[in-house]
Structure formats: C-alpha cells, structure tokens
C-alpha cells in the first residue's frame, strides 16, 4: 500500500520561512509527477505546486518567487521551501504522488501563518 507522509508543519511568522517534506514508500517514484495542495479554512484544495518526472515545473501565481517544490528520487522525497510567508498561506497541505496509474495523498501537515 502507497504510504505519503508529510511533515515539517508548524507555526511561522508572516515573513518566515518553513520546509515541508513528505516521504513515499511502495511507489515508483522516480516516474511520478508529485505536488503540493493545501486547503485553507472553509475553502476546496488548491494547487501549489507540481513537478513533473522531467523536472518541469508549475506554481499557482500566489507563491511564484516565494515557493520551490523540489525532489529526490532516489530517497523517494518531495519538498516545498516556502520563504516571505504571509498569513494567506495558513492552510493544510498535501503531499500528491501520481505514478501514472492514479494519485496517491498524504494527510497533511498544518501551516499557520501568524504573528
């Protein structure tokens, strides 16, 4: 069974940074597309960031310049460095791993966002 876990939530203050990690187990990885969602308070999940198994790479307009997904095949790792937070990043976020044979989700990890 595809497990993701996702880590490095926490409190930060508006300006701070936070590196969100998830780990994958008893996937193939290295042809994934993998991602970053997060749901915010009383609205749907939404797109951060994905990263395609070539590399490529798509960011929503909010966190363009602030947000780098990034990942390491070989350890089976997704990251989001997220850098200038702002309170209208407070949300949950989710790890997604797509293998090519359907999308696989983490729980979450919680990121607030406040001083």
């Known amino acids: 069974q595809v497990q993701l876990v996702e880590s490095g939530g926490a409190l930060a203050q508006p300006g701070g940074s936070l590196r969100l990690s998830c780990a994958a187990s008893?996937?193939?990885?290295?042809?994934?597309?993998v991602g970053w969602y997060r749901q915010a308070p009383g609205k749907e999940r939404a797109l951060v960031a994905r990263?395609?198994?070539?590399?490529?790479?798509t960011y929503v307009d909010s966190v363009k310049g602030r947000f780098t997904i990034s990942r390491d095949n070989a350890k089976k790792m997704v990251y989001l460095q997220m850098n200038s937070l702002k309170p209208e990043d407070t949300a949950v976020y989710y790890c997604?791993?797509?293998?090519?044979?359907?999308?696989?989700w983490g729980k979450g990890t919680l990121v607030t966002v406040s001083s």
């Open positions: 997604y791993v797509d293998p090519g044979t359907g999308g696989y």
């Open positions: 008893r996937i193939i990885f290295s042809i994934a597309t």
């Open positions: 990263q395609g198994r070539s590399g490529s790479t």
